[in-house]
């Protein structure tokens, strides 16, 4: 497609329960992002993959999230047992990522996740 | 570890002026830096993209200036208009990873 996609733009979901976001990069960029934006708050960085490698998931605040990307294309997040800290709009960014080059990013428009 | 700042955390100006919105980066080994543009409750707009071989970028009313060495870049934004109010934030791609400065954010009054 034209741009990045991530659905669903807005969640809202029970405490505890499970919860699974998507993106969908721009067609043959390689590389994908995942960031977090909580109210009032900067970019905090989760993990990014190169094809389907997560090379750095640093960024995962805990053991409840986890993330895979298929095919070099869609990626899930995945949140289990959410809490309410987890509550905040969830970025995905996309780049052609070359060997010495970096075209840019593109973010997705988010999705924002309530915890109630 | 990479740290972004952003001079001034926020700004307001009469509609017309001309601006200057500063960031600043404390490990000068960046492929490249970007300036975003986030208006409340949406995602992040690409503005401006600066190779790190490159001085500085320009598209319409804006000019992105980029000083690798002294881990300096600045946004100028001519005849700002109140449509351009929203939180511009400076990110440095370094290695795997893009660091993201707080933002400032604009205000342009009519």
């Known amino acids: 497609g034209a741009g990045v996609s991530q659905s669903p733009s807005n969640k809202v979901t029970e405490k505890g329960k499970d919860v699974e976001l998507r993106c969908d990069p721009i067609s043959g960029h390689t590389a994908l992002y995942w960031y977090r934006q909580s109210l009032g708050q900067g970019l905090e960085f989760l993990i990014y993959?190169?094809?389907?490698?997560?090379?750095?998931k640093s960024g995962l605040p805990s053991d409840r999230f986890s993330a895979e990307r298929t095919g070099g294309s869609v990626s899930t997040l995945t949140i289990q047992r959410t809490q309410q800290e987890d509550s905040a709009v969830y970025l995905c960014?996309?780049?052609?990522?070359?060997?010495?080059?970096?075209?840019?990013?593109?973010f997705g428009s988010g999705t924002r996740l309530t915890v109630v | 570890k990479q740290e972004v700042t952003q001079i001034p955390a926020a700004l307001s100006v009469p509609e017309g002026e001309n601006l200057v919105l500063n960031c600043s980066f404390t490990?000068?080994?960046?492929?490249?830096l970007q300036w975003f543009r986030q208006d409340p409750g949406k995602g992040l707009t690409s503005l401006l993209l600066?190779?790190?071989?490159?001085r500085e970028q320009t598209s319409g009313r804006l000019n992105a200036s980029l000083d690798k060495s002294s881990g300096r870049s600045t946004l100028y934004i001519a005849a700002s208009q109140p449509g351009d109010s929203a939180t511009y934030l400076c990110?440095?791609?370094?290695?795997?990873?893009?660091?993201f400065g707080e933002g400032t954010q604009l205000t342009v009054n009519p």
């Open positions: 960014a996309s780049s052609a990522q070359g060997i010495v080059i970096n075209y840019g990013y593109t």
């Open positions: 490990d000068s080994a960046i492929y490249n």
């Open positions: 600066i190779q790190s071989s490159q």
């Open positions: 993959f190169q094809g389907n490698s997560a090379p750095d």
């Open positions: 990110a440095v791609t370094s290695g795997s990873r893009l660091t």
